[in-house]
């Protein structure tokens, strides 16, 4: 029963993983300091995903799965909703470096997009003397 339920928590830990490392770019605006974790982030997830290679999650979840007695990932709320997003059944090579390309590409124009924000040309403030 606890490994099922720490397998489960690997499962949505690994989601939200993905998620941060696709859109983690475009929460720079409002926190700047975020990039420190974003950019390793980042580039872990491209490299996983050009490089054909397997994250560290997956094994451990299935690992905790046959601790918990199962096979595979029958039934329930978890597997039904977010394993077939985590590990497409079709997903092949180009597929995998399509997607690397993609996260590299929706990272640039967030990093670009928060770049010129900041660099904007800002009007000089006023000094108003206090009555």
Known sequence: ???RFLAD???VLHLAFIIFVVLGGWF???WPRLAWLHVPAAVW???IELCGCICPLTP???TLRRWGGEAGYPGGFVE???LAVIYPDALTR???ITLGIGVVIINLAAYVH???MGHRQRPPRRHTPCP
């Open 80 to 82: 039904h909703y977010l």
């Open 28 to 30: 720079l605006p409002r």
């Open 1 to 3: 029963m606890i490994y």
């Open 45 to 47: 997830g491209t490299t």
């Open 9 to 11: 928590a690997v499962l």
């Open 114 to 116: 928060w770049w010129r």
């Open 94 to 96: 180009e597929g995998q």
């Open 60 to 62: 451990l979840e299935n």
